[in-house]
């Protein structure tokens, strides 16, 4: 769900730029760009960034301002790491911005929300699950892909809604509040979507997924 521009106090849009301005610099600064010097790297990398580009835009029309679609985070924080995964969705977020003739204001309160908020879960379920889990095949597909998907989704879609119910005119906000069902039944479509995309490209493609390693997941017996 996108945050309009008019929704909440200005000071927050302030910060928000702030905050995405210095996650932005982090990520530049830290992201492995030596990947992207391979040719087939750096084409999936740019494919990928449409290909969601395309996802975003296969959404209902929107009520009262309120949209809501798949976002893709975990796939892509999964294939590329956080990092080049966060640089992006956030080309993606400004994409949607400059197409779609927004005001630039709510970029960063977006980019927080559809980008950062989501890879950063799905990156911190994938740590967990490595320290705390058995090294396994399925569990990298069902706790990190599947599971990390459904609440990379739930918290993005929640975070959006509470805002709107929080700060949004009275109409607004009702409709808002029937949109949490639907935040649940995305996080699923997202799960499942992302679940079957990462066990496709790991068993033919298994270099286009940066995070999943042979030696750990599928040991020789």
Do not use: K
């Not at 879960?121 to 095949?137: D, G, N, V």
């Not at 069902?142 to 119910?165: D, K, P, Q, Y």
């Not at 949004?168 to 699923?188: I, S, W």
Request: proline content about 7%.
């Amino acid at each position: 769900m996108n945050i309009p521009d008019a929704l909440l106090p200005s000071g927050w849009y302030w910060a928000a730029h702030a905050l995405m301005a210095a996650v932005v610099i982090w990520a530049v600064r830290t992201a492995p760009w030596g990947r992207l010097r391979d040719n087939a790297q750096s084409h999936l990398w740019l494919g990928t960034c449409v290909a969601l580009l395309v996802l975003w835009n296969i959404r209902p029309v929107p009520l009262h301002g309120i949209d809501f679609h798949l976002l893709g985070a975990t796939a892509f924080a999964l294939m590329f790491g956080p990092r080049l995964a966060i640089l992006g969705l956030s080309i993606v977020v400004a994409s949607l911005f400059v197409a779609g003739g927004l005001p630039p204001d709510a970029f960063s309160v977006n980019a927080l929300l559809l980008a950062v908020l989501p890879v950063g879960l799905s990156h911190a379920i994938l740590r967990l699950a490595e320290r705390m889990l058995p090294r396994h095949f399925f569990i990298y597909i069902f706790v990190t892909a599947f599971f990390g998907a459904a609440l990379a989704m739930a918290a993005s879609g929640c975070a959006s809604v509470g805002l709107i119910i929080a700060y949004g005119a009275p109409q607004v906000a009702l409709m808002a509040e029937q949109f949490l069902p639907y935040c649940l039944l995305l996080a699923f479509a997202e799960a499942t979507l992302t679940g079957m995309i990462i066990t496709i490209f790991v068993v033919y493609r298994p270099q286009w997924v940066g995070t999943f390693d042979d030696a750990r997941y599928l040991p020789r017996p």
